[in-house]
C-alpha cells in the first residue's frame, strides 16, 4: 500500500500570507497526485491534479509541485475562502489520502 | 451537470450489514468509475472502493474482506455493502465519479454531499 503523509496538521495564517503544505508518498507515484479542498459540511473539491495542473475555476494563486515523493501546494495570498481543510490523494495505485491539513485564521 | 446522490439507514446495528446507494442524475454511467469513500467525524478520507459499468471492482486492500460493491444501470445506480461493521465504521459516506486518463484512473470530479451512517445499538 501507498502511504501519504502530509504536513502539518495544522496551520495558522492571515490573509495575504503564503502559505506551503507538504504531502509526501512512501513510494514514487510519479506525479500522480491531487490536491482537494474540502470546507465543513461540503464534499471535497478537486482543486489540482497530476501534481501541477489547475483544474478549470481554480483561482490562479493556488499552486501545486513536485514529483516521485515529494509535492507541495501552494497559496500565494490567503483569501477569505480558503480557510478550510486540504487534502492529498496518490492515484497511481488505487487511492490513498493524505490526512489532511487544516487552514485556520491566525 | 452530473449530481451524486447517496441514500440508506442512517444507523446500522453492530454486526450487521451497511448498506447504501448512490443514484446519478444528470449524466450516465457509461465511461466512469465510481467510488465509496468515507470519512469519520473530525478525521480524514478513505477510499473504500470503486466499480466500473462493467462490474469490475477494485477494493481498499484494508476493508477488501467486507465490502461489496454492484452496479445497476437500469437506475443510474451503483451501490455499497459493507458487512460486519462496528463503531469504527461510524463515519459520513461519499459517492464520487473519477475519468479514465489515459494511462490510470483520474482523481474525482464529481461528489455527493455524503450520507451520516452510525453503527449502534
Known amino acids: 500500500d501507498i502511504q501519504m503523509t502530509q504536513s502539518p496538521s495544522t496551520l495558522s495564517a492571515s490573509i495575504g500570507d503564503r502559505v506551503t503544505i507538504t504531502c509526501r508518498a512512501s513510494?514514487?507515484?510519479?506525479?500522480?497526485l491531487a490536491w482537494y479542498q474540502q470546507k465543513p459540511g461540503q464534499a471535497p473539491k478537486l482543486l489540482i491534479s497530476?501534481?501541477?495542473t489547475l483544474e478549470s475555476g481554480v483561482p490562479s494563486r493556488f499552486s501545486g509541485s513536485g514529483s516521485e515523493t515529494e509535492f507541495t501546494l501552494t497559496i500565494s495570498s490567503l483569501q477569505p475562502d480558503d480557510f478550510a481543510t486540504y487534502f492529498c490523494?496518490?492515484?497511481?495505485?488505487?487511492?490513498?489520502f493524505g490526512q489532511g491539513t487544516k487552514l485556520e485564521i491566525k | 451537470q452530473v449530481q451524486l446522490q447517496e441514500s440508506g439507514p442512517g444507523l446500522v446495528k453492530p454486526s450487521e450489514t451497511l448498506s447504501l446507494t448512490c443514484t446519478v442524475s444528470?449524466?450516465?454511467?457509461?465511461?466512469?468509475?465510481w467510488s465509496w469513500i468515507r470519512q469519520p467525524a473530525g478525521k480524514g478520507l478513505e477510499w473504500i472502493g470503486r466499480?466500473?459499468?462493467?462490474?469490475?471492482?477494485n477494493y481498499n486492500p484494508s476493508l477488501k474482506s467486507r465490502v461489496t460493491m454492484s452496479v445497476d444501470t437500469s437506475k443510474n445506480q451503483f451501490s455499497l455493502k459493507l458487512r460486519s461493521v462496528t463503531a469504527a465504521d461510524t463515519a459520513v459516506y461519499h459517492c464520487?465519479?473519477?475519468?479514465?486518463?489515459?494511462?490510470?484512473?483520474?482523481?474525482?470530479?464529481?461528489w455527493g454531499q455524503g450520507t451520516l451512517v452510525t453503527v449502534s445499538s
Open positions: 464520487a465519479r473519477a475519468r479514465r486518463g489515459q494511462w490510470l484512473v483520474l482523481p474525482f470530479d464529481s
Open positions: 444528470g449524466g450516465s454511467l457509461s465511461s466512469y468509475y
Open positions: 466499480i466500473y459499468i462493467s462490474g469490475s471492482t
Open positions: 513510494q514514487s507515484i510519479s506525479s500522480w
Open positions: 497530476k501534481a501541477s
Open positions: 490523494q496518490q492515484y497511481n495505485r488505487l487511492y490513498t
